[in-house]
C-alpha cells in the first residue's frame, strides 16, 4: 500500500476536471487514490531484481465537451533492499554406516534474490551433536558412529544467514545406508582328551550385525583335515586321534562366508 508518487495533470481548458485510470502489463499491481496517488496495491509486492521494471500506463480523461483524454506511460522500478535467502539445500543426504569421522555428508548451498550475498551456515536439531559444518560442507564430527543397525536416520536443522543477519532455516533428514558386513566366528570350546575321535570339539558361534544373513563354514590350516563341521559344531573326524604329547596343538581355520549382498 505504499505511495510511488503523486500524479499531476497539465490541462490548457483551465476549469477542466479530469478522471485517471490505469492500464499497462502491471497495471494490476498498482492503483490511484481519491487524492491523485500512484500506489502499489494492498498485498502487491515489487521485487528490486526485476530487471525490466514494472509498466502501467497513466490515462487521463477530462470533463469537457468530447471528452479529450491523455495518457504516459512510466516504468515502475523497486529500491533494492537485502532479501531474506529463502531455502537451504544439501546436495546429499546420506551416509554409509561405519563412515569415519570427518566423512563428507554433503555440500551446503542457499538460494537468496541477492545474487551477490554470501551465506554461513549453522547447525541445531536432534542430532546436530553428531555433525559439524566446515565451510559450505555437512559432515560427521570426528568422534561419530554411524550404525545403521542401530539408528537409521539422523535429523538436523541446517540456518543459512547472509551478511546482514537474514536467514532461513530447513530440516534435512540424513539417511544411513546400511553396508554389509562381515561376520564373526567364536567357539565355545577349544580342548578335548587325547586320543578321543569322532567327539565334538566345541560349538562354532557366528557374530553378524546384518541379522538376516545365512552361513556357511568351512576349514582351513594345517591340521583341517582331522576335523569336520557338523550342524554348526566342530568334531573330530571319526577316524582322527589327538595326542597330548604334540606340543603345538592343532592348528585350524574356520571361515564363515555369508550369503548378504556385497
Known sequence: GIQV??????????????????????????????????????????????PDGYAVTVTAT??????????????ITADDINDAPTTVDLDASDIDENSLGG????????????????????????????????????????????????????AVTVTASDADGKSVSDDFTISVNDVNEAPTVGFTAASIDENSTGIVVGDLIINDEDTGDTHTLSLSGDDAGLFEIVAGKLQLKTDASLDHEDPDGYAVTVTATETGTD
Open 103 to 154: 566423512a563428507v555428508v554433503g555440500t551446503l548451498s542457499a538460494t537468496d534474490q541477492d545474487s551477490g550475498d554470501s551465506h554461513s551456515y549453522t547447525l541445531s536439531g536432534t542430532d546436530a551433536d553428531q555433525f559439524e559444518i566446515v565451510g559450505d560442507q555437512l559432515k560427521l564430527v570426528s568422534n561419530a558412529s554411524v550404525d545403521f543397525e542401530t539408528k537409521t536416520s539422523y
Open 5 to 50: 508518487g503523486d500524479l499531476t495533470v497539465n490541462d490548457q481548458d483551465t476549469g477542466d476536471t479530469h478522471t485517471l485510470a490505469l492500464s499497462g502489463a502491471d497495471a494490476g499491481l498498482f492503483e490511484i487514490n481519491a487524492s491523485n496517488q500512484l500506489r502499489v496495491k494492498v498485498g502487491a509486492s515489487l521485487d528490486h531484481e526485476d
Open 62 to 75: 477530462d470533463s469537457g465537451t468530447g471528452a479529450l483524454t491523455g495518457s504516459t506511460d512510466l516504468i
